[in-house]
């Protein structure tokens, strides 16, 4: 395992880590701070009435983006050993099967909401109009 | 990396701080980080779950998620996004301090950090309170009038709750790992004010860090989801 790379170090023969300069933790708290404040102005924005994907997919972009700056940089993930790198993409990759299952599972699976899979999505509340005299004859039964 | 070659690096330090109990070697460090490392992996597994639960909650009851989201101030998650950030920040300064073998800067730093996590926790306390004095508990039966919704539709208060049961679960558990967190960098702290890092020997104040990284980054995709989107 080796603790030398590529980039320059800063004059520190005995160190153990990457030693990173202040203005990189500076720019990069800036840099998250722009991002946070772009994210709930966006949202402010209400683009979700026109399109809920796309106000998902901005806000997890932005997310995403975010998360890749704290762990380049605050957690020091760009100067670590492959080992580190390979600790850290498996289990997003676990947790991206995992997301990815309950997505594709999602279409064909029969819930209160959606009793015809693979089908037209009927929403709530239709559903609620629909079933109401149902649910007022069950709760009259308690 | 060859033993000697950090052995004979251990030597000749005339200026050294004086209260060095301890050194690492470089395959200590190394291994001690990958050890944490290894522990975040569990960690986001462990959200990963309730992100998986929370994906297929709000595509089954979309509009629902949608509304009760509403419910949630996107100024004051944000307030507490920065919040946290800026307490990363800190923490990775922290890290650095100590790789300069600047114990006081360490404190400092880290006095810092605890003092951004109580603010979190004092803010997300009143977010809690808030909503439960609405009557938006995980699973209640009822929707307190003085609510600023009033949904009175059987059928919709299931689903609009069905959010808050997540909503509770996945903070409170967020919550949970910032009040450890507190707790791992205080004692980090208690060791810097003893003088006890230096840049041959910093490991707990990275280690710590790096757990309170994660902490920071797995809000990075709560508030979004939580407050933003729903």
């Given at each position: 395992?080796?603790?030398?790379?590529?980039?320059?170090?800063?004059?520190?023969?005995?160190?153990?880590?990457?030693?990173?300069?202040?203005?990189?933790?500076?720019?990069?708290?800036?840099?998250?701070?722009?991002?946070?404040?772009?994210?709930?102005?966006?949202?402010?924005?209400?683009?979700?009435?026109?399109?809920?994907?796309?106000?998902?997919?901005?806000?997890?972009?932005?997310?995403?983006?975010?998360?890749?700056?704290?762990?380049?940089?605050?957690?020091?993930?760009?100067?670590?050993?492959?080992?580190?790198?390979?600790?850290?993409?498996?289990?997003?990759?676990?947790?991206?099967?995992?997301?990815?299952?309950?997505?594709?599972?999602?279409?064909?699976?029969?819930?209160?909401?959606?009793?015809?899979?693979?089908?037209?999505?009927?929403?709530?509340?239709?559903?609620?109009?629909?079933?109401?005299?149902?649910?007022?004859?069950?709760?009259?039964?308690? | 990396?060859?033993?000697?070659?950090?052995?004979?690096?251990?030597?000749?330090?005339?200026?050294?701080?004086?209260?060095?109990?301890?050194?690492?070697?470089?395959?200590?460090?190394?291994?001690?980080?990958?050890?944490?490392?290894?522990?975040?992996?569990?960690?986001?597994?462990?959200?990963?779950?309730?992100?998986?639960?929370?994906?297929?909650?709000?595509?089954?009851?979309?509009?629902?998620?949608?509304?009760?989201?509403?419910?949630?101030?996107?100024?004051i998650?944000?307030?507490n996004?920065?919040v946290l950030?800026?307490s990363?920040?800190?923490?990775?300064?922290?890290?650095?301090?100590?790789?300069?073998?600047?114990?006081?800067?360490?404190?400092?730093?880290?006095?810092?950090t605890i003092v951004c996590a109580l603010i979190f926790l004092g803010v997300k306390y009143f977010e809690w309170s808030?909503?439960?004095?609405?009557?938006?508990?995980?699973?209640?039966?009822?929707?307190?009038?003085?609510?600023?919704?009033?949904?009175?539709?059987?059928?919709?208060?299931?689903?609009?709750?069905?959010?808050?049961?997540?909503?509770?679960?996945?903070t409170g558990?967020h919550a949970l790992h910032v009040i450890f967190g507190m707790g791992?960098?205080?004692?980090?702290?208690?060791?810097?004010?003893?003088?006890?890092?230096?840049?041959?020997?910093?490991?707990?104040?990275?280690?710590?860090?790096?757990?309170?990284?994660?902490v920071?980054?797995?809000w990075?995709?709560?508030?979004?989801?939580?407050?933003?989107?729903?």
């Open positions: 395992m080796s603790h030398h790379h590529d980039a320059p170090h800063h004059g520190h023969d005995h160190e153990l880590g990457h030693v990173i300069p202040y203005a990189i933790y500076r720019n990069v708290f800036w840099t998250l701070v722009v991002l946070t404040i772009v994210t709930v102005l966006v949202a402010a924005m209400e683009i979700s009435k026109y399109s809920a994907a796309l106000a998902l997919v901005v806000a997890m972009a932005i997310a995403s983006v975010k998360a890749f700056l704290v762990a380049s940089y605050f957690m020091h993930l760009k100067f670590e050993s492959k080992i580190t790198w390979m600790y850290a993409f498996f289990p997003i990759m676990l947790l991206g099967l995992l997301l990815a299952g309950t997505f594709i599972d999602n279409p064909y699976r029969v819930s209160p909401i959606n009793p015809d899979p693979a089908h037209k999505q009927i929403t709530a509340s239709e559903h609620a109009t629909e079933h109401a005299e149902e649910h007022a004859v069950s709760h009259a039964g308690h | 990396m060859s033993s000697s070659h950090a052995a004979a690096e251990l030597h000749d330090e005339p200026g050294a701080p004086p209260h060095i109990h301890h050194m690492d070697t470089p395959t200590a460090y190394q291994a001690a980080k990958l050890g944490m490392w290894l522990f975040l992996a569990t960690e986001v597994l462990l959200f990963g779950g309730l992100f998986a639960a929370f994906a297929m909650y709000h595509w089954m009851y979309n509009h629902e998620f949608h509304e009760a989201s509403r419910q949630l101030n996107k100024w998650g944000g307030f996004t920065l950030l800026f990363s920040f800190t923490a990775a300064l922290a890290v650095d301090a100590a790789q300069h073998s600047d114990n006081k800067k360490v404190v400092r730093y880290l006095a810092i808030g909503k439960a004095s609405h009557g938006l508990f995980p699973g209640t039966s009822h929707v307190s009038e003085h609510g600023t919704v009033k949904f009175n539709d059987e059928n919709f208060n299931k689903e609009y709750r069905s959010f808050f049961g997540l909503y509770y679960c996945m558990l791992l960098l205080g004692w980090v702290m208690m060791k810097a004010r003893k003088n006890r890092f230096s840049s041959r020997y910093y490991t707990p104040v990275e280690v710590g860090a790096l757990y309170w990284h994660l920071d980054l797995i990075i995709y709560l508030f979004p989801l939580l407050y933003l989107v729903g």
